[in-house]
């Protein structure tokens, strides 16, 4: 195979899970920093606690979860390019969270204490059928600009333009769905 065909290959294979993370859960579209850390406070995490972010982007919220909560997180992404990025940004943090390329739907987030989420309104719908089952009570999700399908929020915090924050909605398992 000539380099030319070669090149156009790994395009390709690259490709692929950069389309199913945007068909199947959103576009990258990082969280702006004052809601992530909003968010993170109505988290109420606590050091060495079990933190995901499933579809984490850049890492922004498990770095800071790790730097400033002392939590153990991790977070999950399936775009190679951003990915890439979230591993060369990671020293800049200096956090110790971990960055993994993975397809969240295929986790299982039993052992979590808290997970964070930016995804679209359908994807939610599916996860939440999948978390209905395996997460258990007491744990805290926290979805950022669109709700979990049809859960009781135990909080939700109005969007506020000044911050260009978008709604975020607050969920404690077993306590209101
Ligand atoms: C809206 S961005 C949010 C990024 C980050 N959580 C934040 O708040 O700044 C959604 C991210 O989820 C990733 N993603 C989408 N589907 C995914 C999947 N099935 N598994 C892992 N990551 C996924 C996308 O590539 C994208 O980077």
Redesign the pocket.
């Known amino acids: 195979m000539d380099l030319k065909k070669l090149e156009l290959v790994i395009i390709f294979l690259l490709m692929i899970p950069?389309v199913?993370?945007?068909v199947?859960?959103?576009?990258?579209?990082?969280?702006p920093l004052k809601a992530?850390r909003r968010m993170l406070e109505l988290g109420r995490l606590k050091k060495d606690e079990k933190v995901y972010?499933?579809?984490?982007?850049?890492g922004?919220?498990v770095h800071l979860a790790s730097k400033e909560y002392g939590a153990n997180a991790t977070?999950?992404?399936?775009?190679p390019l951003?990915y890439c990025i979230a591993k060369i940004c990671q020293p800049f943090w200096k956090s110790k969270a971990k960055i993994q390329f993975?397809?969240?739907?295929f986790q299982n987030f039993h052992d979590a204490d808290a997970i964070?989420?930016?995804?679209m309104p359908d994807?939610l719908k599916k996860i939440q059928k999948k978390w209905d089952k395996e997460l258990r009570k007491g744990t805290r999700v926290i979805s950022?600009a669109f709700p979990i399908g049809n859960w009781k929020p135990s909080h939700k915090e109005a969007k506020n333009p000044e911050k260009n924050q978008a709604p975020i909605w607050v969920y404690e398992i077993g306590k209101h769905q």
Do not use: W
């Open positions: 950069t199913i993370a945007l199947k859960g959103a576009p990258f579209v990082p969280t992530v972010d499933i579809g984490c982007g850049d922004r919220i977070g999950f992404e399936l775009s951003i993975r397809d969240f739907r964070f989420c930016y995804l994807t950022y």
